[in-house]
């Protein structure tokens, strides 16, 4: 091996590792909030508040650099979080009710919806590259969906509401991508995390869901729910996002719900059957070639 390519696998190799622990430590959302055995709305609500607390004086240090922050870029911030906070809502709500791995699967169709949102709300023009991966995803999406429901109504209401969660984390993609053009990742990020723990907060009151009286083991899966998904995981991969490409990082996320998948059998004792394999690699191979279809018109 030639000392160029010697340095250039050691310069990239930082970027790979940090993308592989984003991925395992997304990977573990699912888990913990099992583990955790408290209501979907309750283990959202601290799995963002942890982070607001704990990034308050990273943030603060920051706007005292930089200086006031653009209205318009926190007026995205504050609505992105909403989305996010509904985003976490439905899918922590479909994990407790029909397990890890589908509702998982099903919110990470995420790009999907970003596109149709593209198409209306930006007009961007989508290729039938993009039409046939939406198809072969809602094809996958309807076999689990269908699986599910035959075991029980709940377990099909928990699939679903891990597919409304892709909308909404669609959603929250499209806000944040306006938000993002006057605000560097972290002046976006507490804001809409502010947002999103005021939102869940709120949630949590209407539905008069408990945020107290919980067992220590509870206590324990919420902070391990703020840290290692949403500190480490998304630090992680937004390292990732400055040093490799947007096209090597994108497909690749799809791991989360594969490795997921892998966790749930030994951790949870959660079996898939054939046709929900089959069924989730459908989906996969859809938003894959989404993504697909997405990069060659930003080419």
């Not at 054939?274 to 996969?284: A, E, M, P, S, Y």
Request: glycine share 12%; with cysteine; hydrophobic share 50%.
């Amino acid at each position: 091996m030639s000392d160029t390519l010697k340095d250039s696998s050691t310069s990239t190799f930082p970027s790979y590792l940090a993308l592989g622990i984003g991925i395992l430590s997304l990977g573990f959302s699912a888990i913990f909030v099992r583990w955790a055995d408290a209501p979907g709305p309750v283990a959202s609500f601290y799995r963002m508040a942890i982070p607001v607390v704990l990034l308050a004086w990273p943030f603060y240090r920051r706007v005292k650099t930089r200086g006031r922050l653009p209205r318009r870029g926190l007026q995205f911030a504050v609505l992105g979080g909403l989305f996010f906070a509904a985003d976490m809502a439905f899918w922590a709500s479909g994990v407790v009710m029909s397990g890890a791995t589908n509702p998982t699967l099903l919110a990470n169709t995420a790009p999907l919806w970003v596109g149709l949102g593209a198409l209306v709300l930006f007009r961007e023009r989508l290729n039938a590259t993009f039409w046939a991966g939406l198809l072969l995803a809602v094809a996958g999406a309807a076999v689990i969906l269908g699986l599910d429901t035959l075991r029980a109504a709940s377990y099909g209401a928990g699939t679903l509401f891990g597919l409304l969660s892709g909308v909404f984390y669609g959603g929250y993609y499209l806000i944040t991508q306006r938000g993002r053009e006057t605000l560097d990742s972290l002046t976006y990020f507490w804001p809409a995390a502010v947002s999103s723990t005021l939102g869940l907060f709120v949630l949590n009151l209407a539905l008069c869901q408990p945020l107290i009286g919980y067992s220590a083991r509870t206590y324990l899966n919420f902070l391990a729910l703020g840290l290692v998904p949403q500190i480490v995981g998304y630090l992680a991969i937004n390292y990732a996002l400055g040093h490799l490409p947007a096209s090597v990082v994108s497909p690749t996320m799809l791991g989360q719900p594969v490795v997921t998948a892998i966790l749930a059998g030994p951790l949870l004792g959660e079996a898939l059957s054939l046709w929900q394999v089959l069924g989730g690699i459908t989906v996969l191979a859809g938003i894959y070639t989404v993504h697909r279809s997405r990069q060659g018109d930003h080419a």
